[in-house]
């Protein structure tokens, strides 16, 4: 015979699911992820809540502080990815004829991600001087030098890239700063 749950019991429990979706993010995070994605599509509800939600400073943020966080979210991505490219790099010591293009494509990513990076800081500091279109373009900067990597790993023939985890998260990172900067402006 199968149990049903009383409706209070349902409740508990639902708040219970909810409570652990949310992690330790804090209600502001929630509010503020949920606002985000609702107006703008583009914006992956979960993945706001789970990287914005582990930062440092968004336990006290409020809509301001959040974008500030997700561009420097999108700074630290950017960073781990100059670190991958070079582990690559120094794992292909001695690379045939499409490994120098692989390599030169890489060295090239390496930049770009490096200018990814540098520009999803100066999205932080136009976001902080309450310059959010210049912050906002700045964030779409960093999302174009990630898809010029991609497109230098394809000409490559490096099929799937290797950088696609990071190509991947700055397009979602940018989504997130650019909708929570339009939830402020």
Same mark, same amino acid.
């Given at each position: 015979?199968?149990?049903?749950?009383?409706?209070?019991?349902?409740?508990?429990?639902?708040?219970?699911?909810?409570?652990?979706?949310?992690?330790?993010?804090?209600?502001?995070?929630?509010?503020?992820?949920?606002?985000?994605?609702?107006?703008?599509?583009?914006?992956?509800?979960?993945?706001?809540?789970?990287?914005?939600?582990?930062?440092?400073?968004?336990?006290?943020?409020?809509?301001?502080?959040?974008?500030?966080?997700?561009?420097?979210? &999108?700074?630290?991505? =950017?960073?781990? !990815? #100059?670190?991958?490219?070079?582990?690559?790099?120094?794992?292909?010591? $001695?690379? /045939? +004829?499409?490994?120098?293009?692989?390599?030169?494509?890489?060295?090239?990513?390496?930049?770009?991600?490096?200018?990814?990076?540098?520009?999803?800081?100066?999205?932080?500091?136009?976001?902080?001087?309450?310059?959010?279109?210049? &912050?906002?373009?700045? =964030?779409?900067? !960093? #999302?174009?030098?990630?898809?010029?990597?991609?497109?230098?790993?394809? $000409?490559? /023939? +490096?099929?799937?890239?290797?950088?696609?985890?990071?190509?991947?998260?700055?397009?979602?990172?940018?989504?997130?700063?650019?909708?929570?900067?339009?939830?402020?402006?």
């Amino acid at each position: 015979m199968a149990r049903t749950l009383q409706p209070t019991a349902r409740l508990l429990a639902a708040a219970a699911l909810i409570s652990c979706l949310a992690g330790c993010a804090s209600a502001t995070v929630v509010a503020t992820c949920r606002a985000a994605a609702d107006r703008d599509p583009r914006v992956d509800y979960g993945f706001c809540v789970a990287e914005l939600g582990m930062h440092r400073e968004s336990p006290d943020a409020d809509a301001w502080g959040l974008a500030k966080v997700a561009a420097l979210t &999108g700074v630290n991505n =950017a960073d781990d !990815a #100059v670190y991958d490219i070079n582990a690559l790099l120094a794992s292909n010591k $001695k690379p /045939g +004829a499409g490994g120098r293009a692989r390599a030169a494509a890489l060295e090239r990513c390496a930049k770009l991600y490096d200018s990814a990076g540098l520009a999803f800081a100066e999205a932080d500091d136009e976001i902080n001087n309450r310059r959010y279109a210049a &912050g906002k373009a700045r =964030a779409a900067e !960093a #999302v174009s030098l990630a898809r010029q990597c991609d497109d230098a790993l394809a $000409k490559a /023939g +490096a099929v799937p890239s290797p950088m696609a985890h990071h190509s991947s998260y700055s397009v979602k990172i940018a989504d997130v700063c650019t909708a929570i900067t339009n939830l402020i402006m």
